[in-house]
């Protein structure tokens, strides 16, 4: 069964509007972390931030916000006013503590329009 | 600068031949990872080591072999045994190779078999 699941295979939206980009995972640890990477074009993925099972508060930095809700276990990823360099893939990625291996979505191709 | 360095970018080989691509890190990094990425696929796990002189299979560990004789270094062999070569290899190394720590990525290896 798939573990993390970004439902969203592309997107595209004009600059300078908002963008949510879904996670959804799937665990039966009570402690684990989530991951949000960026793969801009040059093709090295960019860690983006970290959060562990147990806050659920939610995460600012800029443009960028992120909201995780276990009751429904999704750890969405917004980006408010998009420029073009956020042209990217992202992806969502869960490691376990019962493993030390981190399993990666598929990831979501964002398309910024100029 | 700190970092890790993944060459060559593009390598191309006949069918049937061995490849090493090289991963080398100076970040001092404890754990080491390598990643397949094909077209829609995400990343896929194909080995991993978190500490010199050992490593494991990932999930997709057929057709490759790995070494980790070295801290800094951690090279990837595709064989001939591999049986669709053709795709974007990632390395990733982090702290020590437990679920919390993030992992920092390679610039990647485009391999394309002819």
């Known amino acids: 069964a798939q573990k993390v699941t970004q439902a969203q295979t592309e997107i595209s939206v004009v600059e300078k509007e908002d963008v949510t980009l879904d996670c959804v995972y799937e665990?039966?640890?009570?402690?684990?972390?989530l991951f949000w990477y960026k793969q801009p074009p040059s093709g090295e993925l960019v860690f983006l931030i970290r959060?562990?099972?147990?806050?659920?508060q939610n995460e600012i930095s800029g443009r960028y916000s992120w909201n995780f809700q276990k009751s429904t276990s999704s750890f969405n990823f917004t980006i408010t006013a998009s420029q073009v360099v956020d042209s990217a893939v992202y992806f969502c990625?869960?490691?376990?503590?019962?493993?030390?291996?981190?399993?990666f979505g598929k990831g979501t191709r964002l398309h910024i329009l100029p | 600068d700190g970092g890790i360095t993944q060459s060559p970018k593009y390598l191309f080989r006949k069918e049937g031949q061995n490849v090493t691509l090289s991963c080398e890190q100076n970040?001092?990094?404890?754990?080491m990872y390598w990643y397949r990425q094909d077209p829609g696929q995400g990343l896929r796990l194909i080995y991993y080591?978190?500490?010199?002189?050992?490593?494991q299979k990932g999930d997709i560990a057929e057709g490759y072999s790995v070494s980790r004789e070295k801290k800094e270094s951690f090279p990837l062999t595709v064989t001939s045994a591999q049986k669709n070569p053709t795709a974007f290899y990632l390395c990733?190394?982090?702290?020590?190779?437990?679920?919390?720590?993030?992992?920092?990525f390679g610039p990647g290896t485009r391999l394309t078999v002819l």
């Open positions: 990733a190394s982090s702290i020590r190779g437990d679920s919390y720590n993030e992992q920092f």
């Open positions: 959060r562990n099972s147990f806050d659920e």
């Open positions: 665990t039966r640890d009570t402690t684990y972390y």
């Open positions: 990625a869960l490691s376990e503590t019962r493993d030390d291996k981190i399993i």
């Open positions: 080591s978190q500490i010199v002189n050992d490593f």
């Open positions: 970040l001092n990094h404890d754990a």
